[in-house]
């Protein structure tokens, strides 16, 4: 082989390797930070992965709100209204949040199926559910008729 050429598919090669480390990279990253929604239903049915961050939604179940004394821990209930997952959450809650209204929230699911918040997220008006909520309690809804 001439040595020009050997030279030439010496870089080929090794652009083309850089290029799928860079391919390699990027795509590791997007399946890390992709947050899948998932709701009641589906995490009874063992559909959702424990020990790694997603987000679930339904209604807050009324009466379920429970503050500690001494902290900003809070647990309470989402539902779907079909069946119910026990939510903790540290932090400070939106102000919209409350029994009987839509909610997302964000985080992972532990051994016990409690799901531990890191973000808590509430609708913002009386009227509103965020679209995925609102297929998601009709889907649950029509599968208990």
Known sequence: ?????RQRLTYLLVIMLGVSIAIGFVLYALRQNINVYYTPSQIIQGQAPKNHTFRL????????????KTELEVAFIVTDLVHNIN????????????DGQGVVVQGQLTAQNEF?????????????MPPIVKDALAQAKNSTV
């Open 1 to 5: 082989m001439h040595p020009k050429r």
């Open 57 to 68: 939604g339904g209604l807050v179940k009324q009466g379920s709100v429970m503050h500690a």
């Open 87 to 98: 939510v903790s959450y540290n932090g400070i809650l939106p102000d919209l949040f409350r």
């Open 116 to 128: 531990r918040a890191s973000q808590v997220l509430a609708k913002h008006d009386e009227k509103y």
